[in-house]
Nanobody
Framework: QVQLVESGGGLVQAGASLRLSCAAS????????MGWFRQTPGKDREFVGS???????????FYADSVKGRFTISRVNANNTVYLQMVNLKPEDTARYYC????????????WGQGTQVTVSS
C-alpha cells in the first residue's frame, strides 16, 4: 500500500524559508515521479513542481512559473523522501501543500498524501 506523509509546514512571515518533506512507502521510490501541489479553499489544486524518476542522466525537475527561482525540489532515494525547499515565501504561497506520486512518466498522479499547511503572513 502506497503511503505519502508530508511534514514541515507552518506559519512564517513573508520572506522566510521552509522545507517540506514527503516520506514515501509501499513503492519503488526511484522509479516514481514525485510531485508537489498546493490548494487553497475554493480554488483548484495547483501544480507547484515535480521531480522525475531516476534515470541514467539523473532526475529532471519542473516548476510552475509562480515558484520558479524560489522553490527547489530534490529527492533522496535512499530515504524514500522528496523535499520542497521554499525561500522568499510570499503571502500568496499560503496553501495546503500535497505530495503525489505516479508510476508513469506522464498523466495523472496515482497517490496523494494528506497535505501540510503553509501559512505566510505579510
Amino acid at each position: 500500500q502506497v503511503q505519502l506523509v508530508e511534514s514541515g509546514g507552518g506559519l512564517v512571515q513573508a520572506g522566510a524559508s521552509l522545507r517540506l518533506s514527503c516520506a514515501a512507502s509501499g513503492l519503488t521510490f526511484s522509479r516514481n515521479d514525485m510531485g508537489w501541489f498546493r490548494q487553497t479553499p475554493g480554488k483548484d489544486r495547483e501544480f507547484v513542481g515535480s521531480i522525475a524518476r531516476v534515470t541514467w542522466s539523473g532526475s529532471s525537475t519542473f516548476y510552475a512559473d509562480s515558484v520558479k527561482g524560489r522553490f527547489t525540489i530534490s529527492r533522496v532515494n535512499a530515504n524514500n523522501t522528496v523535499y520542497l525547499q521554499m525561500v522568499n515565501l510570499k503571502p500568496e504561497d499560503t496553501a495546503r501543500y500535497y505530495c503525489a506520486t505516479r508510476g508513469a512518466s506522464s498523466g495523472p498522479y496515482d497517490y496523494w498524501g494528506q497535505g501540510t499547511q503553509v501559512t505566510v503572513s505579510s
